[in-house]
T-cell receptor, first 114, second 114 residues
Framework: EAQVTQNPRYLITVTGKKLTVTCSQN?????MSWYRQDPGLGLRQIYY???????DKGDVPEGYKVSRKEKRNFPLILESPSPNQTSLYFC?????????????FGDGTRLSIL | AQSVTQLGSHVSVSEGALVLLRCNYS??????LFWYVQYPNQGLQLLLK??????LVKGINGFEAEFKKSETSFHLTKPSAHMSDAAEYFC????????????FGAGTQVVVTP
């Protein structure tokens, strides 16, 4: 089954404790992206990657890091999480970075930073 | 840069009634437009998309949307609401200048009453 898989689905942690949210897709997609979803703001892009070893900032990259060492994986790293990073996070992928390509989303990761 | 405005953060419709969700966009070049649906505790699923060609686009679950360039709109409709349509709906825009970056609206929560 074609899918984007995120782990963990839920995480409660404390300020300053490094965490990683993994994202993996099995569709051989080139383009992957991370979003955060906050009430009343819709989804905002954090980082995206057009291919292996190619990443770039989205609209809200501060406090986050990403890497793309393999085509299928695109982990999101919070080196020193803070309460304002409490949010619902989504990973997405698409066949290419073409603007007409629909994105496939994971089921989300709900992070609570205390 | 493109942007999206969804009118109404919450919409309540009766079962069997028309569903109308409004989306207006701004883009300096021809846009690519998408509607996504998010059911509780799930990721976003593509409902339909407009890229080029026919301006009336049909999607899954009986939804359709019409691209009106003169009004910069891409409203989503469904003739007869079903209880299973209760979800949050997001309009999104991309264009050839944005290298595939999706800009999302704030979302519209749809409640269906018996």
């Amino acid at each position: 089954e074609a899918q984007v898989t995120q782990n963990p689905r839920y995480l409660i942690t404390v300020t300053g404790k490094k965490l990683t949210v993994t994202c993996s897709q099995n569709m051989n997609h080139e383009y992957m992206s991370w979003y955060r979803q906050d009430p009343g703001l819709g989804l905002r892009q954090i980082y995206y990657s057009m291919n292996v070893e190619v990443t770039d900032k989205g609209d809200v990259p501060e406090g986050y890091k990403v890497s793309r060492k393999e085509k299928r994986n695109f982990p999101l790293i919070l080196e020193s999480p803070s309460p304002n990073q409490t949010s619902l996070y989504f990973c997405a992928s698409s066949l290419s970075q073409g603007p007409n390509q629909p994105q496939h989303f994971g089921d989300g990761t709900r992070l609570s930073i205390l | 840069a493109q942007s999206v405005t969804q009118l109404g953060s919450h919409v309540s419709v009766s079962e069997g009634a028309l569903v109308l969700l409004r989306c207006n966009y701004s883009s300096s070049v021809p846009p690519y437009l998408f509607w996504y649906v998010q059911y509780p505790n799930q990721g976003l699923q593509l409902l339909l998309k407009y890229t080029t060609g026919a301006t009336l686009v049909k999607g899954i679950n009986g939804f359709e949307a019409e691209f009106k360039k003169s009004e910069t709109s891409f409203h989503l409709t469904k003739p007869s609401a079903h209880m299973s349509d209760a979800a949050e709906y997001f309009c999104a825009v991309s264009d050839s200048d944005s290298w595939g970056k999706l800009q999302f609206g704030a979302g519209t929560q749809v409640v269906v009453t018996p």
